[in-house]
């Protein structure tokens, strides 16, 4: 059972526009949502992470938005740019309630293509 | 970059051999963690430790051991390799309890089971 559903698998966007990507959880009891990105041939690396206790955070052009009734997050990249082109992940764990163990579940990825 | 390096970080071997992989980190962080890639599938948790002698398995556990007899060390054993086992791996390491709790995953292993 996937707990953590990631669209879309793959997106093209033009410069300068806006990327986005969704996800949608089941468990109630998760309560960290963070999203990483991976460049070829490299390791993931965290970009961006929100809890529950806020609808958005910003960092720069990233930003989450987050849905808890819909349980539902989603990544917008502003001005998206070439240098953006990369995979995506999002991901769920629940540290604050589960006495302090960390196994962050991620959803399956998307390919992000920024066109010059 | 976090302090976590693979080893070997490219291989090839044939179904039926055994085969280690080794994950070393240099930040003496609590968490340690290995995960297979492949397409449409997404990052898969194999297994994890939580401490020196402490590993509990992931979703994708069968056919996959783990030791962690010092903190800094991880290493996975492919007991008798398949070619299902074909597949990139990271290793990762958290500090659980740093406010980001972030995970930080090493430059990963290509294997190629023929």
């Known amino acids: 059972q996937q707990q953590v559903k990631q669209s879309p698998q793959s997106l093209i966007v033009q410069k300068g526009g806006i990327s986005i990507i969704n996800c949608a959880y089941e468990n109630t009891a998760f309560d960290y949502f963070p999203w990483y990105q991976q460049f070829p041939g490299k390791g993931p690396a965290l970009l961006i992470a929100?809890?529950?206790?806020?609808s958005e955070k910003k960092e720069g052009r990233f930003t989450i938005s987050f849905n808890k009734s819909a349980k539902q997050f989603s990544l917008h990249i502003m001005d998206s740019q070439p240098g953006d082109s990369a995979t995506y992940f999002c991901?769920?764990?629940?540290?604050?309630?589960?006495?302090?163990?960390?196994?962050?579940?991620f959803g399956r990825g998307t390919s992000l293509i920024v066109h010059p | 970059d976090a302090g976590i390096t693979q080893s070997p970080r490219h291989k090839v071997t044939e179904t039926g051999t055994p085969v280690t992989l080794r994950c070393h980190q240099t930040?003496?962080?609590?968490?340690m963690y290995w995960y297979r890639q492949d397409p449409g599938h997404g990052l898969r948790l194999i297994h994890y430790s939580y401490g020196v002698k402490d590993t509990d398995k992931g979703e994708v556990s069968d056919g996959y051991s783990v030791s962690r007899s010092k903190t800094e060390d991880f290493l996975l054993t492919l007991e008798s390799a398949t070619s299902s086992q074909t597949s990139v791996y990271f290793c990762?390491?958290?500090?659980?309890?740093?406010?980001?709790?972030?995970?930080?995953f090493g430059p990963g292993t290509r294997l190629t089971v023929t």
């Open positions: 990762a390491i958290s500090p659980v309890g740093d406010p980001t709790y972030e995970q930080y």
């Open positions: 991901a769920a764990t629940t540290i604050f309630t589960s006495g302090g163990s960390y196994i962050p579940t």
């Open positions: 929100i809890r529950p206790d806020v």
């Open positions: 930040e003496n962080h609590r968490y």
